[in-house]
T-cell receptor
Framework: AQSVTQPDIHITVSEGASLELRCNYSYGATPYLFWYVQSPGQGLQLLLKYFSGDTLVQGIKGFEAEFKRSQSSFNLRKPSVHWSDAAEYFCAVLPMDAGKSTFGDGTTLTVKP | DTAVSQTPKYLVTQMGNDKSIKCEQNLGHDTMYWYKQDSKKFLKIMFSYNNKELIINETVPNRFSPKSPDKAHLNLHINSLELGDSAVYFC?????????????FGPGTRLTVL
């Protein structure tokens, strides 16, 4: 069965610093890959997704993610974090032959002033 | 203007009661979902409907019964509520059956069972 792992439960960065959130998946073939953000008390919002093609994907709010097949990873990055980026971030995978997504356990991002 | 709305936002009830959560989307989507997010923020899909047809039914107690009266609505009825049902329930919608289509999430319903 497919699985997705977010190794970091909680990350704290200073405002203005760069950010990388890790996501690793386990599946026989390359799945569709997603990153979602959940602000406190809100539902999830899609940041970006990867289906095929260019392995560096640009998303909303200045985020990007890079798909690395050799490492089965899809890490989320942002060059300069803003205080409003403090939230829960979820990586999700969808095998191309299946009908449902599997979400990682989430990474909580705290931004220090 | 709300794309995906859920009512109520908060629900506090006693064990053994029956309750419903309603979800409506005004995006014209044909697929709707229910997710459960537990206290550790683990997010798991429960059900998915496409054009009122059930397409995903995860291992969920049969006390949970989704109902889709039309494409724009997907309600969740829960019988004989248990303490372990306490969670935040999210409704979502997308266009098309495939999960590769962007899902739009509602704000969630926080259910507390006492």
């Amino acid at each position: 069965a497919q699985s997705v792992t977010q190794p970091d439960i909680h990350i704290t960065v200073s405002e203005g610093a760069s950010l990388e959130l890790r996501c690793n998946y386990s599946y026989g073939a390359t799945p569709y890959l997603f990153w979602y953000v959940q602000s406190p008390g809100q539902g999830l919002q899609l940041l970006l997704k990867y289906f095929s093609g260019d392995t560096l994907v640009q998303g909303i709010k200045g985020f990007e993610a890079e798909f690395k097949r050799s490492q089965s990873s899809f890490n989320l990055r942002k060059p300069s974090v803003h205080w409003s980026d403090a939230a829960e971030y979820f990586c999700a995978v969808l095998p191309m032959d299946a009908g449902k997504s599997t979400f990682g356990d989430g990474t909580t991002l705290t931004v220090k002033p | 203007d709300t794309a995906v709305s859920q009512t109520p936002k908060y629900l506090v009830t006693q064990m053994g009661n029956d309750k419903s959560i309603k979800c409506e989307q005004n995006l014209g989507h044909d697929t709707m979902y229910w997710y459960k997010q537990d206290s550790k923020k683990f997010l798991k899909i429960m059900f998915s409907y496409n054009n009122k047809e059930l397409i995903i039914n995860e291992t969920v107690p049969n006390r949970f019964s989704p109902k889709s009266p039309d494409k724009a609505h997907l309600n969740l009825h829960i019988n004989s509520l248990e303490l372990g049902d306490s969670a935040v329930y999210f409704c979502a919608s997308s266009q098309g059956r495939g999960h590769y289509n962007e899902q739009f999430f509602g704000p969630g319903t926080r259910l507390t069972v006492l």
